[in-house]
C-alpha cells in the first residue's frame, strides 16, 4: 500500500514535470544555445563509448552466430543476422543503456547538486526558469542525439561483424556485405529509431526529475544519481519489449 | 486602493513541513527605505521567511505582499516580474559553480538580454563595488567563503532592485569584511533607498546598522556618522523569531530595555 502511494505520487510528479517542459516549450524564452551545448556534451561526448559498444557487440555478435549458423550450413546469412539484432534491438537498447549510465546519472547528479546548494533557487530569484533553462535542453538534446548514436553504434557494430567474418570465419566480405544488406529496410530502420527516440526522452526526464527531487544534501545527490540509472535502464528495457511489439505488429508484418 | 508605504507585507503567514511549524501566524511589515534585522536561532525559520517573500515557497496561509502586490497565489510567471525586483544574498552564496563571477554577476543581465557592452560595465561597476575586481576570471571554487559571499552581493545588486534580502551576509568572516558588507548595505539603505531584509546573529552588524548612517558631502565624497544623543534612526527596526513567533519587533532603543530573558541571552 505504501509502496503503491509513493509510485503513484511519483508518477504524478513525472507527469507535472512533463506538463511544465511542453507548456515551456510553448513560450519564450528558449534556450537554444543552451540546447545545442546540451548536445555537444551529452551526445558527442558519448560518442567513444558508443563506438566501442557498437563494435564490440557486431563482433561478438558475428562469433556467435556464425557458429549456430554454420551448424545449418548457412553461414552465409551472418551478415543479415548481426545487421537485423543491432538495427531491430542491440543497437537501440545498449545505446540507452550506455547513454542511462554515462548522461542520465550525470544530469541527476548536476541538477541535484544544484538544488543543495541553492543554485536553483538562486536562477529562479534571478528570474530564470529551471524548467526551461535545464530541464527542457537536455530533454531536447537527448531526443536528438540518442537515435543518431544508434545509428553510428549499429553502422560500427555492422563494421565490427565484416572483421570478425574476414579475420576469423574467413568470409569473402562481398558476402556479408550483400547479406546484411539485406537487413536493411525502410520499415526496420524508421522500427530502429523509434525506439532510441523514445529512450532519450525517458532517460533525460527521469534524470531531470530525479535530479530536481534529490532530498537530504549531498548524501541525497548520490542516492538520487543512483535511482536515475536503475529507474532509466529498467523503463528502457520495459518500454522496449512493448515497443517492440508494437512496431512488430505495426510496421514489420503488414 | 490607499496608499501602501509597505514594501513587504506578511499577514497572518503560516507555515509547517510536516508537524514542524516553522511560522505561526506570523505579520509584519517593511516600509520603504527601511531596514529591518531578523534575528532568531539556528533553525527558527530565518531563510524560510525570505524564500516565501521571493516566492519560492508558498505559505499555507496567510497573505504575503511585495511592492503593494499580492504575492500569494501568483504563479511562477507572475512571481519572475516581482522577482525582478528583489535581490537576494543567499546564506551559502548559491554562486553558479560553472559560471565564471564574471557570468554569475552578469546572470541577470544576460536572461533580460542586455547588450554586451551595457553588461561588462554593470559587472565591472558592481565588482568594484564589493572590492572583487581582481577576481572576475576566476571561477567560484577558487574563491573563499568570504570572496563568494560579496560575489554574492555583487550579483544581489545588478538591476538596482529596490528590495535586497540578506541571509547572514557576515556569517564566518573576518571583523573587517563583515563591516565593509555592513558599510554597504548602509550605503544603499542611505543612499539608494533600498528596503531591506536583514538576518544576522552578530551584535556588532546590529550595532553598525543600528547607530551608524551614511551621508555624501558637497565633494561627493560618503562620509559614516554615528547617530549620537541627539538623533535617533527610524530607518531600522529589528524582529526575533522564536519557535513561529515574532517575540520583539521594535527599535535596537526598545530591544535593549526589553526584559524578556531570551532575549537578554541573545544581546549578551
Ligand atoms: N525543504 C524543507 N523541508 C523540510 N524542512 C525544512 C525545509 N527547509 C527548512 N526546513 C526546516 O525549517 C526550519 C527553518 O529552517 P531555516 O533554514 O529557515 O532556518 P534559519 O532560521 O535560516 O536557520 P540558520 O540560522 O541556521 O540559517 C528548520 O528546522 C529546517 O529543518
Ligand atoms: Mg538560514
Known sequence: MNLITRVLVEVQELTLLIWRVVRGLSR?????????????????????????????????????????????????VTGQLVATSLIRELGPVLTCLMLAGRVGSGIAAELGSMLVSEQIDAMRALGTDPIKKLVAPRIIALVAMAPILTVICDFVGVLGGLFVSITLLHQPSTVYMASARDAVDYNEIIGGLIKPTVFGFIIAIIGCYKGLSTTGGTVGVGRSTTQSVVVASIMVIAVDFLLSKLIISLLLEP | ???????????????????????????????????????????????????????????????????????????????????????????????????????????????????????????????????????????????????????????????????????????????????????????????????????????????????????????????????????????????????????????DEEMKLEDNPYIRRFLS
Not at chain 2, 39 to 56: E, P
Not at chain 2, 83 to 112: P, T
Request: glycine share 8%.
Open chain 2, 1 to 251: 486602493m490607499t496608499n501602501n508605504f509597505n514594501a513587504i507585507e506578511f499577514q497572518d503567514v503560516s507555515l509547517a513541513f510536516g508537524d514542524n511549524v516553522i511560522l505561526n501566524r506570523v505579520s509584519f511589515h517593511v516600509r520603504y527605505g527601511e531596514s529591518k534585522i531578523v534575528m532568531g536561532g539556528s533553525g527558527t525559520g530565518k531563510s524560510t521567511l525570505l524564500r516565501l517573500v521571493l516566492g519560492l515557497l508558498k505559505p499555507d496561509s496567510g497573505r504575503i505582499l511585495v511592492d503593494g502586490e499580492d504575492i500569494t497565489n501568483y504563479n511562477e510567471e507572475q512571481l519572475m516580474k516581482v522577482r525582478s525586483k528583489i535581490g537576494m544574498v543567499f546564506q551559502e552564496g548559491a554562486l553558479f559553480d560553472s559560471l565564471s563571477v564574471y557570468d554569475n554577476v552578469a546572470y541577470r543581465l544576460r536572461e533580460q538580454k542586455v547588450p554586451e557592452e551595457t553588461i561588462q560595465a554593470v559587472v565591472m561597476r558592481m565588482l568594484r563595488f564589493v572590492d572583487l575586481e581582481d577576481a572576475v576570471g576566476k571561477m567560484p571554487n577558487e574563491l573563499s567563503g568570504g570572496m563568494r559571499r560579496r560575489v554574492g552581493i555583487a550579483r544581489a545588486l545588478v538591476g538596482n532592485p529596490k528590495i535586497i534580502l540578506y541571509d547572514e551576509p557576515t556569517a564566518g568572516l573576518d571583523p573587517i569584511t563583515a563591516r565593509t558588507i555592513c558599510e554597504l548595505a548602509l550605503k544603499l539603505r542611505d543612499l539608494e533607498e533600498v528596503s531591506s531584509i536583514f538576518v544576522t546573529h552578530r551584535l556588532q552588524d546590529m550595532e553598525v546598522l543600528a547607530n551608524e548612517y551614511v551621508i555624501r558631502d558637497d565633494s561627493g565624497n560618503l562620509i559614516f556618522e554615528h547617530e549620537g544623543d541627539r538623533l535617533c534612526l527610524i530607518n531600522t527596526k529589528f524582529i526575533m523569531l522564536k519557535d513561529g513567533d515574532i517575540i520583539f519587533s521594535g527599535t
Open chain 1, 28 to 76: 519564450s524564452p528558449r534556450y537554444w544555445s543552451e540546447t545545442v551545448r546540451q548536445m555537444d556534451t551529452l551526445g558527442f561526448g558519448s560518442l567513444a563509448i558508443i563506438l566501442l559498444t557498437g563494435t564490440f557487440t557486431g563482433m561478438v555478435l558475428a562469433l556467435n552466430s556464425a557458429n549456430t549458423l554454420q551448424k545449418f550450413g548457412v553461414q552465409s
